[in-house]
Structure formats: structure tokens, C-alpha cells
């Protein structure tokens, strides 16, 4: 499986974008079952997970992104989005999607993210 997200780009302070991710080569009963997560990493720093969404649809956020960032997901296209408003200096960073798991193993490995830059 291929995880390839989309839709980073720059743009300015309070500005929204919305990413996609794709689960290349999944099948659809594999994608449907696994909890999903974004997250996003600035050089020099560890990976953070900023939102997640059940295989059921239960929706958690970190307590940074929590009211302006809202993930979601359309299993018949194996793919969970991100849709990001009010964005802040704060939330450039390189962004990834991947199961969410609380223990840190992936049955899948880590795509190309892709990169979101907020101008001050």
C-alpha cells in the first residue's frame, strides 16, 4: 500500500486548504477497518498526530488543531481528508496520513507527505 497525500501548498494566516490522502493499493474492506490519522512534522522535531477518525467515524483532535481542523474519510475511495481552516504560522509543517495507532506500529509504511506553509 502506497499512502500519497495531497493538497499542501502556501498560504496566508487564516487562510484553509484541504488535504487528501490515498491508500494506493488497499482493499476496501482493509481500509474501511482501520482507524486513520493525520500528522504532520517539522524538521528537528518528532512527528505529531494532529487528528484521527475511527474505522466507526469517532473523531479526535490534538488539543492545537481542535475547532479549525475537521478529518474525514470516504472508504469507497480508500482516502481520508483534512480540511483545515484558520490556519496559523504555527501549523506549517510536512503533513501525513497513516493508521492511527496508539503503540507506534504500522502495518503500513510512511508516504510522501505533503508540505502546508503558512505566511505570517
Known amino acids: 500500500v502506497q499512502l500519497q497525500a495531497s493538497g499542501g501548498g502556501l498560504v496566508q494566516d487564516g487562510g484553509s486548504l484541504r488535504l487528501s490522502c490515498v491508500a494506493r493499493g488497499s482493499i476496501f474492506s482493509v481500509f474501511r477497518s482501520k482507524h486513520m490519522g493525520w500528522y504532520r512534522q517539522v524538521p528537528g522535531k518528532e512527528r505529531e498526530l494532529v487528528a484521527q477518525?475511527?474505522?466507526?467515524?469517532?473523531?479526535k483532535y490534538s488539543d492545537s488543531v481542535k475547532g479549525r481542523f475537521a478529518i474525514s474519510r470516504d472508504n469507497g475511495k480508500k482516502t481520508v481528508y483534512l480540511q483545515m481552516n484558520s490556519l496559523k504560522a504555527e501549523d506549517t509543517a510536512d503533513y501525513y496520513c497513516?493508521?492511527?495507532?496508539?503503540?507506534?506500529?504500522?502495518?503500513?509504511?510512511w508516504g510522501q507527505g505533503t508540505l502546508v506553509t503558512v505566511s505570517s
Open positions: 497513516n493508521e492511527y495507532s496508539p503503540i507506534g506500529s504500522y502495518d503500513w509504511a
Open positions: 477518525i475511527t474505522s466507526g467515524g469517532e473523531l
